[in-house]
């Protein structure tokens, strides 16, 4: 069955680093995307950086970049998302998904998002 599995929250100050894991299981896709979701309270769901697992390419959210560094151990199917920097904003619950990548789009992004794991709070404040 598949499954994913998010770790790594917790409260930090600004300027202060987290990393987050996603352990993933039974997966069979073979176009496929792992991405770090984001949500702040009264606020939508933010893509905040993922990996094509097919070719290895990543993207970020323009709000991260520089910051944040996404990478896989492929070995164990798990993705962490190294947090740097951590501003107030950063501040949400965030989850990890897998999903196909579309045709339309070259960003892993924009990939069909279906599975998701729970989500782990990250608190950045003072």
């Known amino acids: 069955q598949l499954q994913l599995v998010t770790s790594g929250g917790g409260l930090v100050q600004p300027g202060g680093s987290l990393r987050l894991s996603c352990a993933a299981s039974?997966?069979?896709?073979?176009?496929?995307?792992i991405g770090w979701f984001r949500q702040a309270p009264g606020k939508e769901r933010q893509g905040v950086s993922c990996v094509n697992v097919s070719d290895g390419s990543i993207d970020y959210a323009d709000s991260v970049k520089g910051r944040f560094t996404i990478s896989r151990a492929n070995a164990k199917n798990t993705v962490y998302l190294q947090m740097n920097s951590l501003k107030p904003e950063d501040t949400a619950v965030y989850s990890c998904a897998a999903g196909r990548m579309k045709r339309l789009f070259k960003s892993c992004l924009r990939a069909d998002f279906a599975s998701w794991g729970q989500g782990t709070q990250v608190t950045v404040s003072s």
């Open positions: 039974g997966f069979t896709l073979d176009n496929y995307a």
